[in-house]
C-alpha cells in the first residue's frame, strides 16, 4: 500500500481501499505489482492487458519475455532453500546454490534427450526435492510441466497424463505412508505401456527397489542426470507461453486438463505469497500437500522471494497426530499450510500443540481444501498459538491461486476468509446474474486475471472453456462456488453451488449443515445431499459416526433439534443414515456430487481421483432412500 501511496500520491489508509482501486484500475495495479516483485524479464512489456472487456481471452503483459525457473533460481546462496521431510527418513537440507547446480545439470540432460519448448515433461513423484527440481529443469527449458502423487492408480494416471502425451516422465519407485513402505515400479511399468509419446522414463530411488528392470525407456535418476553443473541458459519466452497443465479433480468425467501460463502463474502467486501471506526471504514455508494438488505448484513458488520451502511426504498423522507439529517446532516453520479437514481432525484427536511444542517462529497458519468452521478457528486461537494471522483461503486449480485470501493488516473474524484478493474483481450474483451483498449466491469474477488458463488441452474451439466458466453468465467467470460477501468485505463459503441442496427452491449450502453436524461429539463426518423426491428435492445427510456411538433415534433427534435451532426447520433433513466412511478426494475434498449421481442411478467415472474410492460402496442400493 505503501508502494501504491508514494508512487501514485494516493492516501489509501486501508484494505478495502486498495482493494477497490485494484479492481478499478487492473491494468495498474498488475503494472505496479510487476515493478514492486522485480520480475525477471529480458524483454519488457509493450502493454499490460489487450483487452479488459475480452473473458475469455485477455492477453496479458504483450511483448514482455521472461522465463519461469530463472525467476525461481533468482537467488544462488548458501540459504537454505529446500528441507525435505518424509516419513522414517533423515531430514534433507539443499541450498539455493545447490539446487541452482542441481537444475543445472537436469536441464543439460533433458536438454541432450531433445527437450524442447511446448514439449510435456510429466513427474509421477512424492512431494520430495526431486520433483522441484524436474519442475524446473524442464521450465527453464520451456517445457510444459504437470505431475500426480504416486497414490493415484494406473487409470487415474493414464487419465491425465494419456491427454497430454508427455514426452518424457519422472517416476519414484515407491513412497511411504502410515509407516508403510509402497513400491510403484509395477504401475510405473504398467503406465508407461500405455504412453507411446514417452522417450524416456526417469526413475528416482525413494521407498522401492530403484531397479528399473521390466519399464521400458527407463533409466535410473542419477545416471540420467550426471554431475552437477555451474551454468545454465534460461529459455525466454512470451509471457503467456504455457507453464503448467493442471486438472480438475474429474470425478464427472475425464479429468479437464487446464494449460496455464508461466507469466500468469508466477505474478500471481508472487502476489498472493508477498502481500496475502506477507512472505520474507527470513521465513520457512511449509503446506501439507501432494504434488497432484495446486497447493504444491503454489508452495514451490516461494523459492522466488527467497524462503525456504518444507517439503513433506507421508501421512501428516504418522507416527502420532503430532507428527506436523513436532516438525514445525524441529524446522522453526513460519507459515504453516493444511487443510480444513486436518485441523477438525486433530481437534478431534486432543492434540494441544501450544502445550507441548515451542511455536515462538509460527506466525501464519493458512487452510484451505474446504470451508474452514468457527469451531477450527477457535481451536487454532486456543489450542495452538494465540498471535498467529489464521488466514481460511479459497480459489482454485482453475486459477491456480486464490479468490480469497489473508489479509496480515486486517482483523481475523471466526467462519470467515479475510479478504478478495488484490485484482481480482470478486462479486456475487443471484441467478439472474444481478449483484448480492452480504446473501449468498454464485460465486463471479467480473474481469479477467493473468492466471486464469490460457485453454483447455485439445479444445481447439474452446468449447469446453467457455461451457466450464462462462456459460451462466457470458462474459462472467462463474467459478461454481456459493459464497457470501460479508459487510466486513471477507466471505463466507457455504460449498459447491453444484452441490448445493434446494429443498422447496431455497438454496442451501452443505457447509452450514456440516459446521453444526460435526460439531456434535457423536459425529465423526458427515455428507448431505439432495435427493430428488415426488416432484421436489429433500436434504439426505450421511453420518460417519465416531467410535463407540451408534445411530439411535434419539442421536437423529439431537442432530435435527441443532440444525433446526442453530441453522433453520429447512436445515433439517429429511432422511439421516449411518455410513462406515465418508468419500474424499484425494486433494480431501468431499465428493458429494459421486453420492448424488450414485443415489439417482447415474454414473461415477474416474474413481481413481478418490481418495478412500471404496467408500462409494456403501451409498449404492439403499432401502431408506425409496421410503417417505
Known amino acids: ?22 479492481v478499478d484500475h487492473i491494468p495498474q495495479f498488475w503494472a505496479d505489482f510487476w515493478d514492486f516483485s522485480s520480475i525477471i524479464h529480458s524483454k519488457p512489456y509493450e502493454v499490460v492487458v489487450d483487452d479488459l472487456g475480452k473473458m475469455p481471452g485477455a492477453r496479458w503483459f504483450v511483448g514482455a519475455e521472461l522465463n519461469f525457473a530463472e525467476n525461481l533460481l533468482r537467488y544462488r546462496d548458501e540459504q537454505t532453500a529446500l528441507i525435505f521431510k518424509g516419513e522414517g527418513q533423515p531430514v534433507r537440507k539443499m541450498t539455493f546454490a545447490e539446487l541452482f547446480r542441481e537444475v543445472a545439470a537436469l536441464q543439460k540432460a533433458l536438454k ?13 513423484m512424492p512431494n520430495m526435492p526431486e520433483t522441484v527440481i524436474a519442475m524446473l529443469a524442464a521450465t527453464s527449458l520451456g517445457a510444459i510441466w504437470s505431475s500426480c502423487s504416486p497414490d493415484f492408480g494406473r487409470k487415474g494416471v493414464l487419465d491425465r497424463f494419456g491427454q497430454i502425451e508427455p514426452k518424457v516422465l519422472f517416476a519414484a519407485d515407491g513412497y511411504y505412508y502410515k509407516g508403510k513402505a509402497f513400491d510403484t515400479m509395477e504401475r510405473v511399468r504398467e ?9 524416456r522414463v526417469v526413475i528416482v530411488p525413494y521407498a522401492g527397489k530403484g531397479d528399473p528392470g521390466g519399464v521400458p525407456k527407463a533409466v535410473m535418476y542419477d545416471e540420467f542426470k550426471g554431475t552437477e553443473a555451474e551454468e545454465m541458459e534460461f529459455a525466454q519466452l512470451p509471457f503467456e507461453h504455457p507453464l503448467y497443465i493442471m486438472f480438475s479433480s474429474g470425478t464427472t468425467g475425464l479429468p479437464k486438463c487446464m494449460v496455464q501460463s508461466a ?10 505469497l508477498m502481500l496475502h501471506t506477507d512472505l520474507k526471504r527470513s521465513d520457512v514455508i511449509f503446506y501439507y500437500t501432494t504434488c497432484g494438488w495446486m497447493m504444491w505448484n503454489w508452495l514451490v513458488s516461494s523459492l522466488a522471494v527467497g524462503a525456504t520451502v518444507v517439503l513433506y511426504d507421508g501421512s501428516p498423522f504418522h507416527p502420532s497426530p503430532e507428527a506436523l507439529w513436532e516438525m514445525a517446532e524441529e524446522l522453526g516453520i513460519t507459515v504453516f ?4 479437514r486436518y485441523l477438525a481432525a486433530i481437534e478431534e484427536a486432543g492434540v494441544k500443540p501450544k502445550e507441548r511444542f515451542k511455536l515462538e517462529p509460527l506466525r501464519a497458519i493458512l487452510s484451505t481444501g474446504s470451508p474452514l468452521s468457527v469451531e477450527s478457528f477457535e481451536y487454532v486461537y486456543r489450542d495452538i498459538k494465540s498471535d498467529v494471522c489464521l488466514s481460511s483461503i479459497s480459489g482454485g486449480t482453475d486459477i491456480n491461486g486464490c479468490f480469497f485470501a489473508g489479509n496480515p493488516m486486517g482483523p481475523v473474524y471466526a467462519g470467515e476468509l479475510q479478504c478478495r484478493t488484490l485484482g481480482m474483481k470478486v462479486a456475487v450474483f443471484d441467478n439472474e446474474g444481478k449483484p448480492l451483498l452480504d446473501r449468498p449466491g454464485e460465486l463471479v469474477c467480473l474481469a479477467p486475471s493473468p492466471s486464469m488458463p490460457l485453454y483447455f488441452w485439445r479444445d481447439e474451439k474452446g468449447e469446453k472453456y467457455r461451457s466450464a466458466y462462462f456459460d451462466v453468465f457470458p462474459g462472467v467467470w462463474r467459478h461454481g462456488d456459493y459464497v457470501q460477501i460479508t459487510p466486513t468485505g471477507g466471505a463466507i463459503i457455504y460449498g459447491r453451488s453444484d452441490a448445493t441442496l434446494n429443498p422447496g427452491g431455497v438454496r442451501i449450502g452443505t457447509a452450514e449443515i456440516y459446521r453444526v453436524v460435526e460439531a456434535l461429539e457423536e459425529v465423526e463426518d458427515s455428507l448431505a445431499i439432495g435427493q430428488k423426491w415426488k416432484g421436489d428435492e429433500r436434504i439426505v445427510l450421511f453420518v460417519k459416526l465416531a467410535q463407540g456411538h451408534e445411530l439411535t433415534e434419539e442421536l437423529k433427534a439431537k442432530i435435527r433439534r441443532a440444525l433446526r435451532e442453530q441453522l433453520s426447520p429447512r436445515h433439517v433433513p429429511a432422511k439421516i443414515i449411518a455410513v462406515p466412511d465418508i468419500p474424499y478426494t484425494i486433494n480431501m475434498k468431499k465428493v458429494e456430487i459421486a453420492v448424488r449421481n450414485i443415489i439417482h442411478g447415474l454414473p461415477v467415472v474416474n474413481v481413481d481421483s478418490l481418495a478412500n474410492p471404496e467408500s462409494l460402496e456403501h451409498f449404492k442400493d439403499l432401502a431408506e432412500l425409496q421410503e417417505d
Open 191 to 199: 503406465i508407461v505401456e500405455e504412453l507411446p509419446s514417452l522417450k
Open 263 to 272: 507469466g500468469g502463474v508466477l505474478i500471481n502467486h508472487l502476489k498472493e
Open 112 to 124: 541432450a534427450e531433445g527437450v524442447r519448448p511446448g514439449d510435456r515433461v510429466s513427474g509421477f
Open 337 to 340: 499450510g493444511t487443510s480444513a
Open 1 to 22: 500500500m505503501e508502494f501504491v501511496n508514494r508512487r501514485h500520491g494516493f492516501v489509501l489508509s486501508n484494505y478495502q481501499e486498495l482493494y477497490q482501486w485494484s
